[in-house]
């Protein structure tokens, strides 16, 4: 007898190739260190953002020099080593357009690193991009082997007590799901009762559906919380219907929506949410250990690049610009501590 789980499996699969492939191929790399590239190798005083994106953003090439005032800001240690350790928490696959690795299988391009580099060109500074899994992402800004975090991490009141931020971008939610689904979020977390939705464990949209997870669980309802090792996986998962939907960042699922468009199986968002909360709009904050002295410097970096243009570019090049901030803040109230 013919194993029909097994064939429904190859044609879930064999739709979500094109979906998948861009994905899984560019973020299949298991470096911890991104390599001397295009993106790090540009000459002084020229970033080359979206390298190797394979379409997933628009190369530009952006001037930026060094700021000397801004330069002066840094702790001595940051100065006299030369070089900017940036943390990226992209293993084990990484999320288009945020942090994934180029068509050269090496390089980790994306608008989180990018950005890094910029700061490190207004700064002086050599980049030094280290690709991670998230967790492992905090461990090394915690044991000072990474400088500074870009890798969409949210400003919250909690994380306050062990880092410090500045902020620059918008931090917005979506829930995908697939275009056929009926269901819309609506700003509603009771729609969410006797749904099954995927998460990325330890991120901040997983502390926010478990908080409406315990409130539908005293109005005596459900909401089951799934999680897979990659997103990959997840989104095979949101095709074969082993999922409602997943709620995770806007920008990963806005582009993951227009690369299902050619596909089978096309997927829409349901609906948004501040990564704050109802009350707070959510911001991403570049990241660096408390009392590090670096959330003013790379704060004032990026306030430069906003104010002479750069910044505009950047966001332009990875199709981000509806998630643009007017000025970047030094630890700019975050996500509360509860949310509700």
Same mark, same amino acid.
């Given at each position: ?6 064939s ?21 790399c298991g470096?911890?260190t991104?390599?001397s590239s295009?993106?790090d ?17 628009t190369?530009?090439? =952006?001037?930026?020099s060094?700021v ?23 293993l084990?696959?990484g ?5 994934f690795?180029?068509?050269?299988q ?11 580099r910029l700061v ?5 500074? +050599? ?8 967790e492992?992402?905090f ?13 969409? =991490?949210?400003?919250?009141e909690e994380?306050?007590? +062990? ?8 931090d917005?939610?979506a ?17 969410l ?9 330890g991120?901040? *949209?997983?502390?926010i559906?478990?908080e409406w997870q ?13 999680y897979?090792?990659?997103?990959n ?5 949101l095709l ?8 995770g %960042?806007?920008p990963?699922?806005?582009y ?5 468009? +050619? ?11 501040s990564?704050a909360g109802?009350?707070? *709009? ?6 660096? +250990?408390?009392?590090?002295?670096l959330?003013k %410097?790379v704060a ?5 690049? =906003?104010?002479?243009? *750069? ?19 030094v630890? %700019?109230?975050?996500?509360?501590l509860?949310?509700?």
């Amino acid at each position: 007898m013919p194993d029909f789980r097994s064939s429904r499996l190859l044609r879930i699969l064999a739709a979500s190739t094109t979906a998948a492939a861009l994905t899984a191929g560019l973020a299949a790399c298991g470096s911890d260190t991104s390599s001397s590239s295009a993106a790090d190798s540009a000459s002084k005083g020229t970033v080359t953002v979206a390298a190797l994106s394979n379409g997933a953003g628009t190369q530009t090439e =952006i001037k930026v020099s060094e700021v000397a005032a801004i330069r002066a800001e840094l702790p001595a240690s940051v100065t006299k080593s030369g070089q900017l350790v940036i943390g990226v928490g992209a293993l084990p696959a990484g999320s288009a357009p945020l942090a994934f690795v180029g068509s050269d299988q090496q390089t980790l391009t994306g608008a989180e690193p990018d950005l890094g580099r910029l700061v490190a060109a207004v700064l002086g500074l +050599k980049p030094v991009v280290q690709n991670s899994t998230w967790e492992n992402l905090f461990v090394g800004i915690d044991s000072g082997k990474t400088d500074v975090g870009f890798s969409n =991490i949210t400003d919250t009141e909690e994380r306050k007590k +062990k880092y410090e931020f500045a902020s620059y971008r918008e931090d917005n939610l979506a829930f995908e799901v697939a275009r056929s689904s009926t269901w819309n979020f609506n700003n509603d977390w009771t729609t969410l009762a006797d749904k099954t939705v995927a998460v990325g464990a330890g991120t901040n *949209q997983e502390k926010i559906l478990l908080e409406w997870q315990g409130k539908l669980k005293a109005a005596g309802k459900d909401l089951t919380i799934k999680y897979f090792p990659d997103n990959n996986a997840t989104h095979l998962a949101l095709l074969g219907g082993k999922i409602d939907a997943y709620f995770g %960042p806007n920008p990963a699922i806005a582009y993951q929506i227009t690369q299902d468009a +050619k596909t089978p199986n096309p997927t829409r968002s349901a609906g948004t949410y501040s990564g704050a909360g109802a009350s707070l *709009q959510g911001l991403i904050a570049a990241t660096a +250990k408390k009392d590090s002295g670096l959330a003013k %410097p790379v704060a004032d970096a990026i306030n430069h690049l =906003i104010q002479n243009g *750069q910044y505009g570019q950047w966001l332009a090049a990875w199709n981000l610009s509806d998630e643009a901030v007017t000025t970047s803040q030094v630890n %700019p109230p975050g996500l509360p501590l509860t949310n509700s």
